[in-house]
């Protein structure tokens, strides 16, 4: 076997590429670190989340999340409480601001990435995004026979 032709390797060089191209928008033009763009982008779409809940929804473990969300509230971007019930989380909320900075940013992060699909033929597009929802499917139900 060649690494080259192995999946999860084939998988991550394409993540990486596609992040280190949108980290050109999100991160050299408007600050945001991976960590913190992802924070924002969760808050942005659910309002507000706890620490369990965004280490559950990203690759981010809470050590991260913590330090991201520590520079978002230094730029008034997000706010943070201590979970209701649970002493030992945080709950975190984006701002107005940072709902506005998130929006002008995204704009310019959607085209990029547009870009990066539209530099594909439009049956190749097409194939990726049924090859994904596949995967997706296939992992979703290998899961749930480990379970």
Same mark, same amino acid.
């Given at each position: 076997?060649?690494?080259?032709?192995?999946?999860p390797y %084939? =998988?991550?060089?394409?993540?990486?590429?596609?992040?280190r #191209?949108?980290?050109?928008?999100?991160? /050299? &033009?408007?600050?945001?670190?991976?960590?913190e763009? %992802? =924070?924002?982008?969760?808050?942005?779409?659910?309002?507000? #989340?706890d620490?369990?809940q965004?280490a /559950? &929804?990203?690759?981010l473990?809470?050590?991260?999340?913590?330090?991201?969300?520590a520079?978002?509230?230094?730029?008034? #971007?997000?706010?943070?409480?201590?979970?209701?019930?649970d002493r030992?989380l945080r709950?975190?909320?984006i701002t107005?601001?940072?709902?506005d900075r998130?929006?002008?940013?995204?704009s310019h992060v959607?085209?990029?990435?547009?870009?990066i699909?539209?530099?594909?033929?439009?049956d190749?597009r097409?194939a990726?995004?049924?090859g994904?929802?596949?995967?997706?499917q296939?992992?979703?139900?290998?899961?749930?026979?480990q379970?």
């Open positions: 076997m060649r690494i080259d032709t192995f999946l %084939r =998988l991550a060089v394409v993540a990486k590429d596609v992040t #191209l949108l980290h050109e928008v999100y991160g /050299q &033009r408007f600050g945001f670190s991976r960590e763009w %992802r =924070l924002l982008f969760l808050l942005e779409e659910a309002g507000t #989340l620490s369990v965004i /559950q &929804r990203t690759s473990d809470k050590v991260q999340v913590s330090r991201a969300a520079r978002l509230r230094a730029r008034e #971007l997000i706010t943070s409480e201590t979970h209701p019930t030992r709950c975190y909320s107005q601001c940072g709902r998130f929006s002008e940013a995204f959607e085209k990029k990435a547009n870009d699909l539209k530099a594909m033929d439009e190749d097409h990726l995004e049924r994904l929802g596949a995967l997706h296939a992992l979703a139900s290998l899961n749930q026979k379970q």
